[in-house]
T-cell receptor, first 111, second 116 residues
Protein backbone atom coordinates (compact mmCIF):
# COMPACT_ATOMS: atom_id res chain seq x y z
CA UNK A 1 0.00 0.00 0.00
CA UNK A 2 1.29 3.43 -0.93
CA UNK A 3 2.38 5.46 2.07
CA UNK A 4 0.94 8.64 0.54
CA UNK A 5 -2.61 8.69 -0.81
CA UNK A 6 -4.02 11.67 -2.67
CA UNK A 7 -7.59 12.53 -3.57
CA UNK A 8 -9.33 13.28 -5.79
CA UNK A 9 -7.28 11.62 -8.53
CA UNK A 10 -8.43 14.29 -10.95
CA UNK A 11 -10.80 17.23 -11.05
CA UNK A 12 -12.03 19.87 -13.44
CA UNK A 13 -12.80 23.35 -12.14
CA UNK A 14 -13.92 26.61 -13.67
CA UNK A 15 -11.48 29.47 -13.87
CA UNK A 16 -11.84 31.73 -10.84
CA UNK A 17 -13.17 28.99 -8.55
CA UNK A 18 -11.41 27.53 -5.52
CA UNK A 19 -10.47 23.90 -4.97
CA UNK A 20 -8.93 21.74 -2.27
CA UNK A 21 -6.69 18.73 -2.76
CA UNK A 22 -6.20 16.10 -0.06
CA UNK A 23 -3.17 14.09 1.01
CA UNK A 24 -3.22 11.33 3.64
CA UNK A 25 0.00 9.65 4.69
CA UNK A 26 1.19 6.83 6.90
CA UNK A 27 4.89 7.71 6.91
CA UNK A 28 6.33 7.50 10.41
CA UNK A 29 8.32 9.04 11.89
CA UNK A 30 7.50 12.23 10.08
CA UNK A 31 9.98 14.88 9.08
CA UNK A 32 8.34 17.21 6.55
CA UNK A 33 5.68 17.37 3.87
CA UNK A 34 5.95 19.17 0.57
CA UNK A 35 3.53 19.97 -2.20
CA UNK A 36 4.96 20.04 -5.71
CA UNK A 37 3.35 21.36 -8.88
CA UNK A 38 4.16 19.48 -12.08
CA UNK A 39 3.15 21.08 -15.35
CA UNK A 40 2.70 18.76 -18.32
CA UNK A 41 6.07 17.86 -19.79
CA UNK A 42 8.02 19.54 -16.97
CA UNK A 43 9.67 18.47 -13.76
CA UNK A 44 7.99 19.06 -10.38
CA UNK A 45 8.47 22.42 -8.69
CA UNK A 46 8.23 22.84 -4.93
CA UNK A 47 5.29 24.97 -3.74
CA UNK A 48 5.36 24.59 0.04
CA UNK A 49 7.16 22.70 2.77
CA UNK A 50 5.85 22.11 6.28
CA UNK A 51 7.48 20.53 9.29
CA UNK A 52 5.77 18.90 12.26
CA UNK A 53 5.23 22.18 14.10
CA UNK A 54 3.69 24.05 11.18
CA UNK A 55 0.02 23.71 10.34
CA UNK A 56 -0.33 26.17 7.48
CA UNK A 57 1.89 27.63 4.79
CA UNK A 58 1.01 29.92 1.90
CA UNK A 59 2.64 30.58 -1.44
CA UNK A 60 0.59 33.15 -3.35
CA UNK A 61 -2.79 31.63 -4.15
CA UNK A 62 -1.70 28.26 -2.80
CA UNK A 63 -2.29 27.46 0.88
CA UNK A 64 -1.21 24.17 2.40
CA UNK A 65 -2.38 22.84 5.75
CA UNK A 66 -0.99 20.03 7.85
CA UNK A 67 -2.51 18.03 10.70
CA UNK A 68 0.32 15.86 11.94
CA UNK A 69 -1.96 14.13 14.45
CA UNK A 70 -4.31 12.77 11.81
CA UNK A 71 -1.55 12.63 9.18
CA UNK A 72 -3.48 14.70 6.71
CA UNK A 73 -2.57 17.64 4.52
CA UNK A 74 -4.51 19.73 2.08
CA UNK A 75 -3.60 22.17 -0.68
CA UNK A 76 -6.12 24.93 -1.35
CA UNK A 77 -6.02 26.85 -4.62
CA UNK A 78 -7.78 30.20 -4.48
CA UNK A 79 -9.26 31.93 -7.53
CA UNK A 80 -7.91 29.34 -9.95
CA UNK A 81 -6.23 30.39 -13.18
CA UNK A 82 -5.69 28.46 -16.39
CA UNK A 83 -2.01 28.16 -15.48
CA UNK A 84 -2.98 26.16 -12.40
CA UNK A 85 -3.73 23.21 -14.68
CA UNK A 86 -1.14 20.67 -13.55
CA UNK A 87 -0.52 17.65 -11.37
CA UNK A 88 -0.03 18.41 -7.67
CA UNK A 89 2.15 15.89 -5.87
CA UNK A 90 2.29 15.41 -2.11
CA UNK A 91 5.72 14.26 -0.89
CA UNK A 92 6.44 13.14 2.66
CA UNK A 93 9.88 12.81 4.20
CA UNK A 94 10.28 10.32 6.99
CA UNK A 95 12.85 9.10 9.41
CA UNK A 96 14.41 6.65 6.99
CA UNK A 97 15.75 9.63 5.03
CA UNK A 98 13.63 8.67 2.05
CA UNK A 99 10.84 10.50 0.27
CA UNK A 100 7.39 8.97 -0.24
CA UNK A 101 5.57 10.37 -3.27
CA UNK A 102 1.84 10.42 -3.87
CA UNK A 103 0.46 9.74 -7.32
CA UNK A 104 -0.66 13.33 -7.69
CA UNK A 105 -3.93 15.22 -8.10
CA UNK A 106 -4.54 16.12 -11.74
CA UNK A 107 -6.21 19.54 -11.92
CA UNK A 108 -7.72 20.95 -15.10
CA UNK A 109 -8.91 24.55 -15.07
CA UNK A 110 -11.34 25.46 -17.83
CA UNK A 111 -12.36 28.96 -18.93
CA UNK B 1 20.66 30.57 -11.91
CA UNK B 2 20.47 27.82 -14.52
CA UNK B 3 18.25 24.89 -13.66
CA UNK B 4 18.81 21.16 -13.97
CA UNK B 5 19.49 20.25 -17.59
CA UNK B 6 18.56 16.90 -19.13
CA UNK B 7 18.99 15.41 -22.57
CA UNK B 8 17.57 14.11 -24.72
CA UNK B 9 14.02 15.33 -24.01
CA UNK B 10 12.46 12.45 -25.91
CA UNK B 11 13.67 9.02 -26.99
CA UNK B 12 11.95 6.19 -28.83
CA UNK B 13 13.69 2.82 -28.99
CA UNK B 14 12.81 -0.79 -29.61
CA UNK B 15 12.86 -3.34 -26.81
CA UNK B 16 16.24 -4.91 -26.16
CA UNK B 17 18.03 -1.78 -27.40
CA UNK B 18 20.21 0.37 -25.17
CA UNK B 19 19.65 3.99 -24.19
CA UNK B 20 21.48 6.60 -22.13
CA UNK B 21 20.25 9.78 -20.48
CA UNK B 22 22.35 12.71 -19.36
CA UNK B 23 21.83 15.15 -16.48
CA UNK B 24 23.68 18.30 -15.50
CA UNK B 25 22.60 19.47 -12.03
CA UNK B 26 22.53 23.01 -10.72
CA UNK B 27 26.10 24.23 -10.29
CA UNK B 28 27.48 23.43 -6.85
CA UNK B 29 24.74 20.99 -5.87
CA UNK B 30 26.23 18.04 -4.05
CA UNK B 31 23.34 15.61 -4.28
CA UNK B 32 21.86 14.22 -7.49
CA UNK B 33 18.84 11.96 -7.93
CA UNK B 34 17.42 9.91 -10.78
CA UNK B 35 13.69 9.14 -10.69
CA UNK B 36 11.42 7.06 -12.90
CA UNK B 37 7.89 8.42 -13.34
CA UNK B 38 5.40 6.13 -15.03
CA UNK B 39 2.32 7.84 -16.49
CA UNK B 40 -0.20 8.65 -13.77
CA UNK B 41 2.21 7.85 -10.93
CA UNK B 42 4.46 9.82 -8.66
CA UNK B 43 8.23 9.70 -9.19
CA UNK B 44 10.08 6.63 -7.92
CA UNK B 45 13.67 7.03 -6.78
CA UNK B 46 16.15 4.96 -8.78
CA UNK B 47 19.45 6.21 -7.40
CA UNK B 48 20.86 8.99 -5.22
CA UNK B 49 24.43 10.31 -5.43
CA UNK B 50 26.23 12.51 -2.95
CA UNK B 51 29.12 14.01 -4.86
CA UNK B 52 30.38 11.01 -6.82
CA UNK B 53 29.33 8.35 -4.32
CA UNK B 54 26.13 6.28 -4.36
CA UNK B 55 23.95 6.80 -1.28
CA UNK B 56 20.86 4.80 -2.23
CA UNK B 57 20.38 2.50 -5.23
CA UNK B 58 18.08 0.01 -3.56
CA UNK B 59 15.30 0.50 -6.13
CA UNK B 60 17.55 0.47 -9.19
CA UNK B 61 17.05 -2.68 -11.35
CA UNK B 62 20.73 -3.39 -11.49
CA UNK B 63 20.44 -6.18 -14.04
CA UNK B 64 19.61 -3.59 -16.70
CA UNK B 65 20.04 -0.11 -15.24
CA UNK B 66 23.32 1.60 -14.40
CA UNK B 67 24.25 5.13 -13.43
CA UNK B 68 27.41 7.04 -12.78
CA UNK B 69 28.53 10.46 -11.61
CA UNK B 70 32.25 10.13 -12.08
CA UNK B 71 33.41 13.68 -11.36
CA UNK B 72 30.64 14.54 -8.92
CA UNK B 73 28.97 16.89 -11.38
CA UNK B 74 26.95 15.57 -14.32
CA UNK B 75 25.53 12.08 -14.46
CA UNK B 76 24.40 9.45 -16.94
CA UNK B 77 21.71 6.81 -16.55
CA UNK B 78 21.80 3.81 -18.88
CA UNK B 79 19.30 1.07 -19.64
CA UNK B 80 20.60 -2.06 -21.36
CA UNK B 81 18.58 -3.87 -22.63
CA UNK B 82 15.33 -1.91 -22.49
CA UNK B 83 11.97 -3.54 -21.81
CA UNK B 84 8.48 -2.33 -22.67
CA UNK B 85 7.79 -1.52 -19.00
CA UNK B 86 10.69 0.94 -18.97
CA UNK B 87 8.53 3.41 -20.90
CA UNK B 88 8.37 6.37 -18.55
CA UNK B 89 9.70 9.84 -17.85
CA UNK B 90 13.16 9.83 -16.28
CA UNK B 91 13.61 12.82 -14.00
CA UNK B 92 16.88 14.12 -12.67
CA UNK B 93 16.92 16.31 -9.57
CA UNK B 94 19.59 17.96 -7.48
CA UNK B 95 19.83 19.48 -4.02
CA UNK B 96 22.43 21.78 -2.58
CA UNK B 97 23.84 19.99 0.42
CA UNK B 98 24.17 16.54 1.90
CA UNK B 99 21.00 16.46 4.02
CA UNK B 100 19.22 14.35 1.44
CA UNK B 101 15.41 14.37 1.48
CA UNK B 102 15.36 17.17 4.08
CA UNK B 103 16.38 19.60 1.37
CA UNK B 104 14.46 21.07 -1.52
CA UNK B 105 15.06 19.14 -4.71
CA UNK B 106 15.15 20.95 -8.04
CA UNK B 107 13.95 18.86 -10.94
CA UNK B 108 14.92 18.89 -14.58
CA UNK B 109 12.32 18.69 -17.37
CA UNK B 110 12.79 14.93 -17.73
CA UNK B 111 13.49 12.56 -20.59
CA UNK B 112 10.41 10.89 -21.98
CA UNK B 113 11.26 7.30 -23.06
CA UNK B 114 9.03 5.15 -25.21
CA UNK B 115 10.02 1.52 -25.70
CA UNK B 116 8.30 -0.22 -28.63
Amino acid sequence: KNQVEQSPQSLIILEGKNCTLQCNYTVSPFSNLRWYKQDTGRGPVSLTIMTFSENTKSNGRYTATLDADTKQSSLHITASQLSDSASYICVVSGGNNRLAFGKGNQVVVIP
Amino acid sequence: EAGVAQSPRYKIIEKRQSVAFWCNPISGHATLYWYQQILGQGPKLLIQFQNNGVVDDSQLPKDRFSAERLKGVDSTLKIQPAKLEDSAVYLCASSEGLAGPQETQYFGPGTRLLVL
